[in-house]
């Protein structure tokens, strides 16, 4: 089976073109792709020239002109779907690729990707999407547990769904997607504090916090390298992608007010130093932090008051 072979290397593939399995791919269609369905060829062959960053937009061009040709074939739309997903993070365009495919092929996995692709935009637009999954074909999809329980604690259920959603996602955390997909233990103990079990609520927002802290991490040392480079607006584009982390961290305000330091921005600076003052743990420690600020940027120190001294300065 040529197109289940190639499907296969896709996959292990994946979107990042250093793991591509493009020249084998290729290979193989060249020498046994002959039998295949033209459009399924063609799609294939397109979807592997995505993984070469020089081929990516002659094959996002292949690919919109079968759309045209074939406007009945979900193909080509569903794998610009997921190329705006994978690669461009643009929700919306995928989600109405998916869609759009899914009106052509009446695929279960069709409605669902449209489902997931759309989460992060509008919640309950794709919990209607993956509604129609039937009910046959929902194992196939271990994280509707995520998006059914999280339905299910937004319009208020009973204590006995709640329940049943909160261990079926259990189930799904024990699985490798379920520990892998962020947002996973924040659920968990908002479904415990609403089920009353204040313990495990706060073990969950505990391990929840520390996953949201390893994944800012890569994001506050490279905001940092910026700055002592002087690259102040890679260093906002990191700290924006950070703050969406851990909003409150104490480096995030640190950092945010070398920024404001760095582009002479008085305003900045003040946020910056409220929010440090606001979360920190301490009043000696947002002291003392302001204060490193300030030798560093050649200020004198002040005991009193110093976050509306520097923002003045």
Not at 111 to 116: E, L
Not at 136 to 159: C, D
Not at 171 to 181: I, N, Q, T
């Amino acid at each position: 089976d040529v197109a289940r072979v190639a499907r296969s290397l896709l996959e292990a593939g994946g979107p990042d073109a250093r793991n591509s399995f493009a020249p084998k791919l290729e290979r193989l269609l060249r020498v046994h792709g002959a039998g295949l369905d033209a459009v399924v060829r063609q799609t294939l062959v397109a979807e592997t020239r995505l993984q070469d960053s020089a081929r990516a937009e002659a094959a996002r061009s292949e690919l919109a002109a079968l759309v045209a040709r074939y406007p009945d074939r979900p193909e080509p739309r569903r794998v610009l779907a997921y190329d705006a997903a994978t690669r461009k993070q643009d929700w919306a365009r995928a989600a109405a690729g998916f869609a759009e495919a899914f009106e052509r092929s009446g695929d279960a996995q069709d409605a669902y990707d449209a489902g997931r692709a759309l989460h992060p935009l509008d919640p309950s637009g794709a919990w209607r999407w993956l509604a129609r999954i039937p009910a046959a074909e929902r194992s196939r999809f271990p994280r509707l547990a995520f998006y059914e329980a999280e339905r299910a604690l937004a319009e208020n259920r009973a204590e006995s769904e709640l329940r049943r959603r909160y261990d079926a996602l259990l189930d799904f955390r024990a699985r490798e997607e379920g520990r892998r997909l962020p947002g996973v233990e924040a659920l968990l103990a908002r479904l415990a504090a609403a089920l009353g079990d204040a313990q495990d609520a706060l073990a969950f927002a505990d391990a929840d916090r520390r996953e949201r802290e390893r994944r800012a991490e890569p994001q506050l040392r490279r905001a940092q390298a910026a700055l002592k480079d002087a690259r102040p607006d890679t260093a906002a584009e990191a700290l924006a992608e950070a703050e969406r982390l851990v909003p409150g961290h104490p480096r995030l305000a640190e950092l945010r007010a070398r920024l404001a330091l760095a582009r002479r921005d008085p305003d900045g600076l003040a946020e910056a130093l409220a929010e440090l003052h606001r979360f920190a743990p301490s009043l000696a420690e947002a002291v003392g932090t302001e204060n490193r600020l300030r030798a560093d940027a050649g200020l004198s120190l002040l005991p009193d008051r110093p976050a509306e001294s520097l923002a003045r300065r």
